[in-house]
């Protein structure tokens, strides 16, 4: 399938929101990690899990959203593609599995936590159910940061031929 190219104009345009939202969603990522440490220090489950909740919500799952709709177009709009480069391809792979999961895993996790810790008979947490609150975003920060890396590096190995011929610049996606 032969993709459509974007006036360059757009393009960066387009690129910029992708950068944009794909590095501010590393940014909320690692301020739920710091609450997330604080949580397994012993800080206050009232005042951490309504604010993981709020961050989750209102700031990671719209600007995933963005991120993942900016790379699709991205990689349909220009001459990169979806499938022809593996950076590319590994990078959506990145972005469509942690948009899942704060959509449908970590959203709801957070809420059903703040709730339980914040309604009418609060429920102390245990140090095992405070762990995940460090886990998941440090787990995908680094997916966030590999997927970065390789939009800064592109390594060149292609997984299928374009068909087109001549070198890619360096302010692609």
Same mark, same amino acid.
């Given at each position: 399938?032969?993709?459509?190219?974007?006036?360059?104009?757009?393009?960066?345009?387009?690129?910029?929101?992708?950068?944009g939202?794909?590095?501010?969603?590393?940014?909320a990522?690692?301020v739920?990690l710091?609450?997330?440490m604080?949580?397994?220090?012993?800080?206050?489950?009232?005042?951490?899990?309504? !604010?993981?909740?709020?961050?989750? *919500?209102? /700031?990671?799952?719209? #600007? %995933? @959203?963005?991120?993942?709709?900016? +790379?699709?177009? =991205?990689?349909?709009?220009?001459?990169?593609?979806?499938?022809?480069?593996?950076?590319?391809?590994?990078?959506?792979?990145?972005?469509?599995?942690l948009?899942?999961?704060?959509?449908?895993?970590?959203?709801?996790?957070?809420?059903?936590?703040?709730?339980?810790?914040?309604?009418?008979?609060?429920?102390l947490?245990?140090?095992?159910?405070?762990?995940?609150?460090l886990? !998941?975003?440090?787990t995908?920060? *680094?997916? /966030?940061?590999?997927? #970065? %890396? @390789?939009?800064?590096?592109?390594? +060149?190995?292609? =997984?299928?031929?374009?068909g087109?011929?001549?070198?890619?610049?360096?302010?692609?996606?």
């Open positions: 399938m032969q993709s459509m190219t974007l006036p360059q104009s757009w393009r960066k345009l387009l690129l910029t929101v992708h950068v939202a794909g590095v501010s969603v590393l940014g990522d690692l739920l710091a609450l997330g604080a949580s397994v220090g012993g800080a206050d489950p009232v005042t951490i899990y309504p !604010a993981a909740t709020l961050i989750a *919500t209102w /700031l990671v799952a719209p #600007l %995933a @959203l963005v991120a993942l709709a900016s +790379g699709l177009a =991205l990689g349909l709009l220009t001459s990169w593609g979806l499938f022809t480069y593996w950076w590319v391809t590994i990078k959506l792979a990145i972005v469509v599995v948009t899942g999961a704060v959509l449908f895993v970590l959203v709801p996790a957070l809420g059903a936590t703040a709730d339980a810790v914040t309604g009418p008979t609060p429920r947490l245990g140090a095992g159910e405070r762990l995940p609150l886990i !998941a975003p440090a995908a920060s *680094t997916l /966030l940061a590999v997927a #970065l %890396a @390789l939009a800064v590096f592109k390594p +060149g190995w292609r =997984l299928r031929s374009s087109t011929a001549g070198a890619r610049s360096s302010s692609g996606i």
